[in-house]
């Protein structure tokens, strides 16, 4: 592998379950390096063509500028319909009580808090069962009955792993203000390279955060590898839209529209600008299957959403 500069960035702030996660390495003290390769090797940011070092820069430096109005944005930009995707991606998840996941590029915390709640009603639900199921038993028994039952929200466990700082900041207040605590984490670690032992985690999910990695096949061997054997890799992200004269309009509406949202609601044009234009450079549905395909996954599917604009990609380690 080609010699790599380095620098220190990850930090891990949670609960106390949190050094388990953590390879014995890093329990040991050495910091976990993001990397990037020797300057000098083009990739593209947007439709620019760059050094792969320049692009890790640019991409930083977008999130870090846009990580204060970012949910504001999806919602201009999406109409909303972005929390609809999300929601989708959370019903293919179906996790079950005890599920460990890893979000990775999910510094705003959306996927987590999803997960969050979807546990949580999974735990009244099974609470409710459990009542009806002792109907015929006094009060004293059926509220020992609800103090009894462990929940799954206490077992289930979500580390949101996120190169940039500033995402991480806005996703730990509005987990203070959603009054998120247990079973929730937050690492600054890069995709490429994530700071945890194999075979960790039961779920990795990445929503909208793949494309703008320098190296994807990495990013998804590293999915593979922190994943558990039967574990589940799970993708949102914009992908091709499959309807010709939607298209048309989604280009029109993309590149006239959105940058000048940024620049109105963000004050920020550039960032969204790239946005756009990364949105076009990523693969489209089938070229990205055999991607995850390639980092050894197995029984991989895709579901397009709104008419392509966006897919939610699925795979196994099996």
């Known amino acids: 592998m080609a010699a790599r500069r380095s620098r220190a960035l990850w930090r891990l702030s949670g609960w106390g379950w949190r050094q388990a996660l953590l390879s014995p390495r890093l329990r040991r003290g050495s910091a976990r390096l993001l990397s990037t390769d020797k300057p000098g090797v083009a990739t593209h940011f947007g439709f620019e063509t760059v050094s792969e070092e320049e692009k890790g820069d640019k991409v930083y430096q977008v999130f870090e500028s846009v990580a204060k ?6 919602d201009s930009m999406s109409l909303g319909i972005h929390r609809i995707w999300k929601d989708l991606l959370l019903e ?9 996941l890893l979000d990775v590029a999910g510094g705003t915390g959306d996927i987590a808090f999803r997960f969050i709640n979807y546990i949580k009603a999974q735990n009244q639900r099974q609470r409710q069962r459990e009542v009806k199921s002792r109907q015929n038993l006094s009060w004293e028994e059926i509220s020992k009955c609800y103090q009894n039952v462990q929940g799954p929200s206490e077992e289930s466990h979500v580390v949101v792993c996120d190169i940039n700082q500033e995402m991480l900041k806005v996703g730990k207040q509005k987990a203070k203000t959603l009054g998120h605590k247990k079973g ?6 890069d995709a490429e390279e994530l700071p945890f032992d194999d075979d960790k985690f039961d779920v990795y999910t990445i929503a909208f955060g793949i494309r703008n990695v320098t190296h994807i096949d990495r990013a998804l061997q590293e999915a ?18 499959n309807n ?14 959105i940058p000048v949202m940024g620049e109105v609601i963000a004050g920020d044009w550039k960032s969204y600008q790239y946005l756009v234009e990364s949105i076009r450079r990523f693969p489209p549905q089938e070229e990205f299957k055999e ?10 599917t895709y579901e397009s959403l709104t008419t392509g604009i966006v897919a939610i990609h699925s795979g196994f380690k099996l």
């Open 184 to 189: 929730l984490a937050w690492v600054l670690g």
């Open 244 to 257: 010709p004269l939607i298209s048309r309009l989604y280009d029109l509406y993309s590149f006239q529209v």
């Open 224 to 241: 593979y590898r922190v994943l558990k054997p039967g574990g589940r890799f799970l993708c949102l992200e914009f992908s091709q839209v």
């Open 291 to 300: 991607m995850i395909e390639d980092a050894g996954f197995q029984k991989v």
């Open 92 to 100: 293919k998840m179906h996790p079950f009580p005890g599920t460990k």
């Open 69 to 74: 109005k970012y949910d504001l944005m999806n």
